[in-house]
């Protein structure tokens, strides 16, 4: 059984930072590539960005150079740092799980889903 929780979302003001943290147990962020999504009200659900198990890195081209995906084995944790928020960065965010090496956007290559974290930016 594969649980993903999320931790870390709130209300904060644009320019400001947030840190959003997801443990996984059932399985290893040393050995599955993880990510981050996020939905708007009324928007599809779109990639934000992901990790692979060997530490590569890829990212929306909204979030790049504002927004980092550190992840530490050891406590077997993925963030994702956010600095420099504003108002559009506003939605539900998701952690998810994959097999395998690829970095995809499509949702539907994650195989596992965090229950998701509110992250409200002000103007």
């Known amino acids: 059984q594969v649980q993903l929780v999320e931790s870390g979302g709130g209300l904060v003001q644009a320019g400001d930072s947030l840190r959003l943290s997801c443990v996984a147990s059932?399985?290893?962020?040393?050995?599955?590539?993880a990510g981050w999504f996020r939905q708007a009200p009324g928007k599809e659900r779109e990639f934000v960005a992901a990790i692979s198990w060997s530490g590569s890195t890829y990212y929306a081209d909204s979030v790049k150079g504002r927004f980092t995906i550190p992840k530490d084995i050891v406590k077997n944790t993925v963030y994702l740092q956010m600095n420099s928020l504003k108002p559009e960065d506003t939605a539900v965010y998701y952690c998810v799980l994959k097999q395998g090496s690829r970095l995809p956007k499509n949702p539907g290559e994650y195989n596992y889903w965090g229950q998701g974290t509110q992250v409200t930016v002000s103007s």
């Open positions: 059932g399985r290893t962020f040393s050995t599955y590539a």
